[in-house]
Nanobody
Framework: QVQLVESGGGLVQTGGSLRLSCAAS????????MGWFRQAPGKERDFVAA????????MYADSVKGRFTISRDNAKNTVYLQLNSLKPEDTAIYYC?????????????????WGQGTQVTVSS
């Protein structure tokens, strides 16, 4: 099993920044991709960004390209999501997720493990 614990959410004004962290523990050697998703009230859980645990290749949703950056620290088993130039529409619960090699990284259903989520609120 793998446990994921997010931290770093909060309330920020439009244009502000936050850094989210996701610490992984347990059978982390089985993981290939780490992803971030977000879910706003009444909406589906949407893909935000993902990173290959081993080689560090990244992918982003179009809505966050150029504003958000995903990175990882293998020594700490931690993945980060830097959120810059935040907008009110970025307000959501942000979830960290992890999966093995197979399946698209864009699809939430392909992820095996999920964190509890951290709230990000952007005020206008």
């Amino acid at each position: 099993q793998v446990q994921l614990v997010e931290s770093g959410g909060g309330l920020v004004q439009t244009g502000g920044s936050l850094r989210l962290s996701c610490a992984a523990s347990g059978r982390t050697f089985s993981l290939y991709t780490m992803g971030w998703f977000r879910q706003a009230p009444g909406k589906e859980r949407d893909f935000v960004a993902a990173i290959s645990w081993r080689v560090g290749s990244t992918m982003y949703a179009d809505s966050v390209k150029g504003r958000f950056t995903i990175s990882r620290d293998n020594a700490k088993n931690t993945v980060y999501l830097q959120l810059n130039s935040l907008k009110p529409e970025d307000t959501a619960i942000y979830y960290c997720a992890a999966k093995g090699y197979s399946g698209s990284s864009y699809y939430a259903g392909n992820y095996d493990y999920w964190g509890q989520g951290t709230q990000v609120t952007v005020s206008s």
